[in-house]
Nanobody, 122 residues
């Protein structure tokens, strides 16, 4: 079992950067694929970025490609989401999640953090 805690959200202006962190408890973190998702008010939760268990493979939503970078350090039980050139449409609650399979579908992710709010002013 994995417990996830996100941090790093906040209020920024368009064009700014933020780095979200997700700290995991449990010895099995390194066996899980990790994903970042986001949910804006009135919208469905959507995939943002994912990373395989060893960090060797990553994938991104088209809307964030070239601006966001996902990374992990299994020795630190942490996954990050570096977000650059933020836009107002990036505003949402961001969640990290752990899965036994490396897919973009939220339903395959078994463990979720509580979320961290990202607000981007124009």
């Amino acid at each position: 079992q994995v417990q996830l805690v996100e941090s790093g959200g906040g209020l920024v202006q368009a064009g700014d950067s933020l780095r979200l962190s997700c700290s995991a408890s449990g010895r099995t973190f390194s066996t899980y694929a990790m994903g970042w998702f986001r949910q804006a008010p009135g919208k469905e939760r959507e995939f943002v970025a994912g990373i395989s268990w060893n960090g060797g493979t990553t994938n991104y939503a088209d809307s964030v490609k070239g601006r966001f970078t996902i990374s992990r350090d299994n020795a630190k039980n942490t996954v990050w989401l570096q977000m650059n050139s933020l836009k107002p449409e990036d505003a949402a609650v961001y969640y990290c999640a752990a899965s036994n399979v490396f897919l973009t579908t939220p339903r395959v992710y078994s463990y979720w953090g509580q979320g961290t709010q990202v607000t981007v002013s124009s």
